[in-house]
C-alpha cells in the first residue's frame, strides 16, 4: 500500500531563516505531487505541484520555492523565512492516471517568530 | 474558472442529530466530486467520492450525491457522533489539469 510522509511534524523558525520541509511517498512510481498550505481557520492554498522529476509548476508567487530530486521526493524551501510563512503545509500526491482524488500526508505545522 | 462553493460553518449539532453540509461547484467538463475530513492537527482524508453525474459516493455513514441538474454534492448523514467533529472540505478535479480545486471547508462541532 502506498503511504506518505513528511518531516518535520512541527517546525518554530525565526524571521529571516532558511526553511526545508521535506515529502516523500512509498509504494507507487511516478505520482504527481502537491504542496498545500493552509493558514490558521483558513482553507488551502495550492503552493507547487509536479508531474515529474524537475518539473515544478508554481500557483501563488511568493518567497517559497520547490524541488523533486527524485520521483518520489517533494521538497518545500527559503531562504528567508516571513513571519506570513507561518501556517500549516500539506503534502499530497495523486497516481496520475485517470483517477483524480489525492492522499494527503499530516502535515507540518509551521511557526515563524 | 472552476470554483467550490460551502456553506459557512460552524455547523453545530447535538449527537444523533441529522446533518448537511451544502456544496454547489461551478465548472467546465465533467469534473469528478469529493469530500474531504480534516481532524484537528492532521491532514486531510478522502471520505467520499463521485465521478460522474447521478453517482452516490458513501463512506462512514456520510453520502452525497453528484446532482448535475443543480451542480450541487451536499454531504450528508443521519445520526452524527462527537467524534464527527471536524473540518469538511468539498473539492472538484479541476478540468484538463492535475488539479483539485477546494472549497473553504466547513467546521462541524457535534455536543454530546
Known amino acids: 500500500s502506498q503511504t506518505i510522509h513528511q518531516w518535520p511534524a512541527t517546525l518554530v523558525q525565526p524571521v529571516g531563516s532558511p526553511l526545508s520541509l521535506e515529502c516523500t511517498v512509498e509504494?507507487?512510481?511516478?505520482?504527481?505531487l502537491y504542496w498545500y498550505r493552509q493558514a490558521a481557520g483558513r482553507g488551502l492554498q495550492l503552493l507547487f505541484y509536479s508531474v515529474g522529476i524537475g518539473q515544478i509548476s508554481s500557483e501563488v508567487p511568493q518567497n517559497l520555492s520547490a524541488s523533486r530530486p527524485q520521483d518520489r521526493q517533494f521538497i518545500l524551501s527559503s531562504k528567508k523565512l516571513l513571519l506570513s510563512d507561518s501556517g500549516f503545509y500539506l503534502c499530497?500526491?495523486?497516481?496520475?492516471?485517470?483517477?483524480?482524488?489525492?492522499?494527503f500526508g499530516p502535515g507540518t505545522r509551521l511557526t515563524v517568530t | 474558472g472552476d470554483s467550490v462553493t460551502q456553506m459557512e460553518g460552524p455547523v453545530t449539532l447535538s449527537e444523533e442529530a441529522f446533518l448537511t453540509i451544502n456544496c454547489t461547484y461551478t465548472?467546465?467538463?465533467?469534473?469528478?466530486l469529493f469530500w474531504y475530513v480534516q481532524y484537528p492537527g492532521e491532514g486531510l482524508q478522502l471520505l467520499l467520492k463521485?465521478?460522474?453525474?447521478?453517482d452516490k459516493g458513501s463512506n462512514k455513514g456520510f453520502e452525497a450525491t453528484y446532482r448535475k441538474e443543480t451542480t450541487s454534492f451536499h454531504l450528508e448523514k443521519g445520526s452524527v457522533q462527537v467524534s464527527d467533529s471536524a473540518v469538511y472540505f468539498c473539492a472538484l478535479s479541476s478540468s484538463y489539469t492535475d488539479k483539485l480545486i477546494f472549497g473553504t471547508g466547513t467546521r462541524l462541532q457535534v455536543f454530546p
Open positions: 465548472a467546465t467538463g465533467y469534473p469528478s
Open positions: 509504494g507507487t512510481s511516478n505520482p504527481n
Open positions: 463521485a465521478t460522474k453525474a447521478d
Open positions: 499530497a500526491w495523486n497516481p496520475g492516471q485517470v483517477t483524480y482524488e489525492q492522499y
